[in-house]
C-alpha cells in the first residue's frame, strides 16, 4: 500500500518472481510467455522458483536422459517447445514425465500455445488421458487414435492433433514439426 493523498493505493506487481532469471536461463521464453503462463499455473506452483531442468540444447536430445532428469522429483512439470517454424508451445503436467504402462495424472494437466498467440486449452473432462510416457516417446492427451502433443525419443519429431481430453487446435503450424528446443522446468 502506497499513500496518495489521503487515501491507499494497492500497488501491484505484473512480473513473476524471478521471471528476469528465468527469460535468462530459457533459450525459448520470453518475459510476456512467463507472465502468460504464470495466470494460467494451478495454485500449488505458486511462490515456487522455476528450475530449468532439462534443455535440448544444454543435455542433448534424448528422452532416457530426461527421464533421468526428472526421476527424483515430485514436482509439477513445464514443457516449452520452439519449432522449426518458430511457433512455441507446451504442456504443463501436473506429475513428472515418466515411463508408464497407462496413462497418469490429474486435470491440473494442460496444453497451451505461446508464439505466434497465446492460448491455453484445460481438461474437458471427457476422458483422463494426461501423460503417458514410453521409452520411444511421450504423449500428453489423447483419444480418437490423436495425441494433443507427441514427441519421439529423440526429442526431434513432434506431432499435435485436437484430442479429447483438451479439446485442442493442433498447437504447432503444421500437425507433425520438428523441435529445434526444447525445456523442462520444475518448480522447487
Known amino acids: 500500500m502506497e499513500e ?11 512480473d513473476p518472481e524471478g521471471v528476469n ?11 510476456s510467455h512467463v ?17 530449468l531442468v532439462y534443455s535440448t540444447s544444454h543435455h542433448g536430445a534424448s528422452l532416457k536422459s530426461l527421464y533421468r532428469k526428472l526421476s527424483g522429483t515430485e514436482s509439477p512439470v513445464l514443457i516449452v517447445i520452439k519449432d522449426a517454424l518458430d ?10 514425465l515418466r515411463p508408464s504402462e ?12 505461446l ?25 500428453i492427451g489423447g483419444g480418437s487414435g490423436h495425441f494433443g502433443l507427441w514427441v519421439d525419443e529423440a526429442l526431434y519429431l513432434g506431432r499435435s492433433r485436437p484430442c479429447h481430453t483438451f ?6 503450424e503444421t500437425d507433425d514439426f520438428r523441435v529445434m528446443e526444447l525445456e523442462v522446468w520444475t518448480f522447487s
Request: proline share 5%; hydrophobic share 35%.
Open 167 to 172: 479439446n485442442n487446435c493442433c498447437l504447432s
Open 21 to 31: 532469471e528465468i527469460v535468462d536461463q530459457s533459450r525459448i521464453l520470453e518475459a
Open 115 to 139: 508464439h505466434p498467440r497465446f492460448k491455453c486449452f484445460r481438461w474437458t473432462g471427457e476422458n483422463s488421458f494426461f501423460i503417458k510416457g514410453d521409452w520411444d516417446s511421450f504423449a
Open 4 to 14: 496518495s493523498g489521503d487515501k491507499p493505493t494497492l500497488v501491484i506487481d505484473r
Open 102 to 113: 497407462t496413462f497418469y495424472g490429474t486435470g491440473e494437466t494442460f496444453l497451451f500455445m
Open 87 to 96: 511457433q512455441v508451445f507446451g504442456a504443463f503436467l501436473s506429475h513428472p
Open 35 to 51: 507472465r502468460e503462463l504464470c495466470v494460467e499455473l494451478p495454485p500449488r506452483t505458486v511462490g515456487h522458483t522455476w528450475q
